[in-house]
């Protein structure tokens, strides 16, 4: 017999009757709002929206994809860039409602659900002065940044964030939960250190912590004309600076509040200082960027490492249109910074291109003890063009394509997953690298029908 219209809806109102969270269909007030998602670029219209409540509720929404073929997206902080936390006509696991946080101060622990933020994980951690590794925008959701490796300002002296995973409760496309660590499904363990959400729907993750609550840090920039000199100075540099001190380097716009007037609209470039250890020696490292060219502007200092973590949050809400490309980097040679000066008039104050040192820690695990393999690079770049006006989305994409592939031949061609749009099998291949045979093996066994497929793919082994 076939299935009918209202056989469908009937099953739709069984499950929605089945979930502690709600079940959000087109036709409800509250749908445009639980659809949207922090890319204004990026405008889906799912067919279903469950906002889950507990783990019960993912076996459930998870069971219910698989068993009417309903393409799965999984959502947590929504900002992944290229949208896979949303999709046409199908079923969005929505995690956001997941929320809780439990802190060990003695066994220097916490146990996060995949709804959080980093600036809720923050918030819960500061109190006992600790923190783990994450990215340098707390609105993120620990989800997303985690899975795919997870890189920001503690990641010189601490590693990526996936080298503070020490477990995860995973539900798997069969609908059952397992528990994945070192010493139980070392494996799936494995391959969620980097393999995206390939393997399944996170709901716990359980990450080290480590001793830090003040840290001194904040913008310095330069004028545009000293990229050249302060690029050449800043890659010969970072390698001989202590792990303690992480120095992005930023091109960009200045843009209005909190900066001096007298700078609005300046294009820069420029360092984002965080220094785990004194002042005095931020001072040391700091005034070798003074005496290379005159900042323009200065602005370091203690701070909580909360607030660093939220300094730019207001620069980047949700609902603006968003581009970006990324690569990662291993040697800035003369001829790609020939190229990142010919292209550093940003087109509007929110766009950028930063590069993120992953060098120190990063390189003391070995490429292949986890999903993510490039452990030999030394940056992860990402070209981004952001405005609020989507009449400038063109223009900001245009400009950041451009941008990437001038300076693309002189990167290590692979990428962070998280600063990729959907660019096809060949990006995923090589971003994997050596790695990619054994996931697509696991990514067989976990998910042989790849029911998780809305991500950056890894297919199945045949």
């Known amino acids: 017999m076939a299935t009918t219209a209202r056989d469908t809806d009937a099953e739709i109102e069984r499950l929605r009757g089945s979930l502690r969270g709600d079940l959000i269909r087109p036709d409800e007030p509250e749908y445009d709002d639980a659809r949207a998602i922090y890319n204004a670029m990026i405008d889906k219209h799912p067919r279903l929206i469950a906002r889950c409540a507990n783990v019960a509720d993912v076996i459930t929404v998870v069971n219910f994809g698989r068993e009417h073929d309903l393409e799965t997206a999984i959502r947590g902080g929504g900002h992944n860039g290229a949208g896979l936390g949303t999709v046409d006509d199908g079923l969005v696991v929505d995690l956001s409602n997941m929320t809780g946080i ?12 995949p709804g959080c933020t980093w600036g809720d994980v923050d918030h819960a951690t500061h109190a006992f002065g600790l923190a783990t590794v994450s990215g340098v925008v707390s609105t993120t959701g620990v989800g997303g940044l985690t899975l795919g490796g997870g890189h920001g300002y503690l990641s010189r002296k601490y590693g990526l964030a996936i080298d503070n995973l020490l477990s995860a409760d995973v539900v798997l496309a069969d609908g059952r939960l397992v528990h994945a660590s070192e010493d139980e499904n070392p494996d799936l363990f494995w391959a969620l250190r980097g393999g995206g959400g390939n393997f399944g729907v996170v709901t716990s993750f359980e990450f080290r912590l480590h001793p830090v609550e003040t840290v001194v840090a904040g913008p310095l920039f330069w004028p545009i004309e000293e990229l050249e000199d302060t690029m050449r100075w800043y890659r010969e540099w970072l390698p001989e600076a202590p792990e303690d001190v992480y120095a992005a380097y930023v091109i960009a716009e200045v843009p209005g509040e909190p900066f001096p007037e007298e700078i609005h609209g300046e294009k820069v470039c420029g360092l984002v200082w965080c220094n785990l250890g004194p002042e005095a020696d931020t001072e040391a490292a700091i005034q070798p960027a003074r005496d290379v060219a005159e900042p323009l502007f200065e ?164």
């Open 102 to 113: 439990r802190v060990d101060p003695e066994a220097k622990t916490v146990h996060v659900e």
């Open 299 to 462: 602005h370091v200092g203690e701070m909580p490492y909360p607030a660093l973590q939220s300094l730019f949050d207001d620069l980047y809400p949700p609902g603006d249109q968003w581009y970006w490309k990324g690569d990662f980097v291993r040697d800035l040679t003369d001829d790609a910074i020939a190229e990142h000066r010919r292209f550093a008039d940003v087109p509007t104050p929110q766009s950028g291109m930063h590069l993120y040192p992953i060098d120190g820690a990063v390189h003391a695990v070995d490429g292949d003890e986890t999903a993510w393999s490039h452990r030999d690079v030394t940056w992860s770049m990402v070209i981004f063009g952001v405005d609020r006006d989507p009449y400038k989305s063109e223009l900001i994409a245009d400009w950041a394509r451009d941008y990437w592939e001038a300076v693309h031949p002189h990167t290590a061609e692979a990428s962070y997953v998280n600063f990729m749009m959907e660019e096809g099998q060949d990006r995923i291949r090589a971003t994997y690298g050596d790695n990619y045979e054994r996931l697509r093996e696991l990514k067989a066994r976990y998910d042989p029908d790849n029911f998780f497929h809305v991500n950056q793919n890894v297919e199945p082994a045949p």
